[in-house]
């Protein structure tokens, strides 16, 4: 059975830092792409960023490039998401997903960003 | 970037209705299109890839057409169980834009 287990979420103040973590399993991890989407309070989905099999291609969302760092340890069938200077605009859940056209989805984590 | 503008927002139909949802991408992503339930509270689920192979498992109801630009998602008899949030989704290159949703609710 596939699992994605995010962790690393809450809350942080603004221009602050988080490091959010995706524990695969029951799938082989160095064959899929992985991606993050987010989804603020009451919102629709946004993709943030998505990462190719051996780290090789990384894609953001126009409003986290600078500031948000996708990767992946393959040895630990792991993913991250390394988030720098956080907005408010940044609080919503985040969901690890395997593929591009998800295919699985984690149960997320919330990142609330506030003062 | 492509944008992918879906229609209705919201829209109310009664049970055992047919149902169409669309979803237009502003230039050509072949087939790379994707739909999901997303039900209050829950998790989204992939419903159909590839703009129209239906996930196994999901019901039979539920089609996926288009290609190209024009995609629609449609629902052959509108059950209580598909009140929910649906979502497009192109896959063929970054940025991997959803729609804006669709809230489906039953009349």
């Known amino acids: 059975e596939v699992q994605l287990v995010e962790s690393g979420g809450g809350l942080v103040q603004p221009g602050g830092s988080l490091r959010l973590s995706c524990a695969a399993s029951?799938?082989?991890?160095?064959?899929?792409?992985m991606s993050w989407v987010r989804q603020a309070p009451g919102k629709g989905l946004e993709w943030v960023a998505n990462?190719?099999?051996?780290?090789?291609?990384?894609y953001y969302v126009d409003s986290v490039k600078g500031r948000f760092t996708i990767s992946r340890d393959n040895a630990k069938s792991s993913l991250f998401l390394q988030m720098n200077s956080l907005r408010v605009e940044d609080t919503a859940i985040y969901y690890c997903?395997?593929?591009?056209?998800?295919?699985?989805w984690g149960q997320g984590t919330l990142v609330t960003v506030s003062s | 970037d492509i944008q992918m503008t879906q229609s209705p927002s919201s829209l109310s139909a009664s049970v055992g209705d047919r149902v169409t949802i669309t979803c237009r991408a502003s230039q050509g992503i072949t087939n790379y299109l994707a739909w999901y339930q997303q039900k209050p509270g829950k998790v989204p689920k992939l419903l159909v890839y590839?703009?129209?192979t239906l996930r196994p498992g999901v019901p039979s109801r539920f089609s996926g057409s288009g290609s190209g630009t024009d995609f629609t998602l449609t629902i052959s008899s509108l059950q209580p169980e598909d009140v929910a949030t649906y979502y497009c989704q192109k896959y063929n290159s970054a940025p991997y834009s959803f729609g804006q949703g669709t809230k489906l609710e039953i009349k």
């Open positions: 029951g799938f082989t991890f160095t064959t899929y792409w």
């Open positions: 590839a703009a129209s």
């Open positions: 990462i190719n099999q051996d780290g090789s291609e990384k």
């Open positions: 997903a395997r593929a591009r056209g998800v295919d699985h």
